[in-house]
């Protein structure tokens, strides 16, 4: 089985501040992990994934994330956010071996002026 | 190349109509899947399709029935509505061979009176 959590479902944050969106993970087998970036009204776009290699993989948008697998998270962070930044974030897992993702709640970036 | 594409974009129903939601994608991939997204809940699977013919139970499979219909179409139909049943639907499709990586539709964002 596998489960994501995501600690804060709403983050305020000011313009140009740096930001970090929390991503914890279960599962019984080696994964796949991906932050999704979905804007007000519309899909969700792939913002990064994880598959292997390096731990630290870099997205559009400027926003980074990194696997730590002793920690099991993936953490997505950008050093300076801009108000066109603001939508919700969802971290995801794909479980190898099993047909499917698993999102977590969703982080709600608020950026203000 | 549109991609994934979703009809309709909105639906009003009153509790106990049918209706059935449409998704193509042109991409020619092999799998295709519906989810539901509710606030605070993130996405739930309800059913995927793993190739044309195939279908299985995702999450929430219930009062949902889907149709793959060919390698293009994946529809979900709702057979009688319920309030419980408002949400937003997306339809996604991963490249084939690489099931982690989904596309998105634009979603279908359905209210049962």
């Known amino acids: 089985a596998q489960s994501v959590t995501q600690l804060d479902s709403q983050v305020p944050v000011f313009e140009e501040a740096p930001v970090e969106l929390r991503c914890n993970y279960s599962s019984s087998v080696s994964v796949y992990l991906f932050w999704y970036v979905q804007y007000p009204n519309q899909g969700l776009q792939l913002l990064l994934k994880?598959?292997?290699?390096?731990?630290l993989v870099k997205g559009i948008n400027g926003f980074e994330a990194e696997f730590n697998k002793s920690q099991t998270s993936f953490h997505l962070r950008k050093p300076s956010v801009h108000i066109s930044d603001t939508a919700e974030y969802f971290c995801a897992v794909f479980g190898t071996g099993f047909q499917k993702l698993v999102f977590g709640t969703g982080t709600r970036l608020l950026v203000s002026p | 190349n549109a991609g994934v594409t979703q009809t309709p974009k909105f639906q009003v129903l009153k509790t106990g109509q049918s209706m059935t939601l449409q998704c193509a994608q042109d991409m020619n991939h092999n799998s295709m899947y519906w989810y539901r997204q509710d606030p605070g809940m993130g996405l739930r699977l309800i059913y995927y399709s793993a190739s044309e013919g195939t279908t299985d139970k995702g999450e929430v499979p219930n009062g949902y029935n889907v149709s793959r219909l060919n390698k293009r179409e994946f529809s979900l139909r709702l057979e009688s509505a319920a309030p419980s049943q408002t949400s937003v639907y997306f339809c996604?499709?991963?490249?084939?061979?690489?099931?982690?990586?989904?596309?998105f539709g634009p979603g279908t964002r359905l209210l049962v009176l």
């Open positions: 996604a499709s991963p490249r084939t061979g690489m099931k982690e990586t989904q596309y």
């Open positions: 994880y598959l292997s290699g390096s731990t």
